[in-house]
């Protein structure tokens, strides 16, 4: 008998609301296993997770399953529930709608991982926005800009 067989590797970006950098070095680790814990519950498989004070990035090879908006659904309400809960700030913590999520070839995960472990080194030389801008277009996605993350700069160069 046939069986199915699948292979997908998914890079995911989200940030947190306004932009505001609330995610502390403090807790960060401890975010980073938790929604770990909902990425294996749920099936798949955590390859990387790379945490900034306003955004983060997951690595995972995907189990199709599970349609990706309801994942990203879930690693959201889970992880923002956690932080409220956990009061871990002190300010009104929640995702900002909307994500990016990027496919990618077995052959790309070595530098994807690297990619994601390496995101305060990386955002050392560019910001976020400059950042989100450049997956964009190495991935050929057209985009309205009123339908980007909300920057602190309104205006996009």
Same mark, same amino acid.
């Given at each position: ?68 908006? +309801?994942?990203?659904?879930? *690693? ?8 409220? #809960?956990?009061? @871990?700030?002190? %300010? ?37 926005? +400059?950042?989100?801008?450049? *997956? ?8 309205? #800009?009123?339908? @980007?993350?909300? %920057? ?6």
């Amino acid at each position: 008998m046939a069986n199915t067989y699948t292979q997908c590797y998914l890079h995911m970006v989200f940030a947190v609301k306004n932009r505001d950098s609330l995610i502390s070095k403090n807790w960060k680790e401890s975010l980073e296993k938790y929604i770990t814990g909902i990425i294996q519950g749920e099936g798949h498989k955590l390859l990387s997770i790379g945490t900034m004070p306003d955004h983060i990035h997951i690595f995972i090879g995907y189990n199709m399953n599970q349609l990706i908006p +309801e994942l990203v659904e879930k *690693i959201k309400t889970s992880s923002n529930k956690w932080i409220k #809960v956990n009061r @871990l700030t002190p %300010f009104d913590f929640s995702w900002q709608k909307g994500y990016g999520c990027f496919s990618h070839s077995q052959s790309q995960i070595d530098s994807v991982v690297n990619y994601i472990l390496n995101q305060e080194a990386h955002h050392e030389k560019k910001s976020f926005k +400059e950042e989100y801008l450049d *997956i964009l277009a190495k991935n050929s996605v057209t985009f309205d #800009v009123k339908y @980007l993350f909300d %920057f602190l700069d309104a205006k996009m160069d």
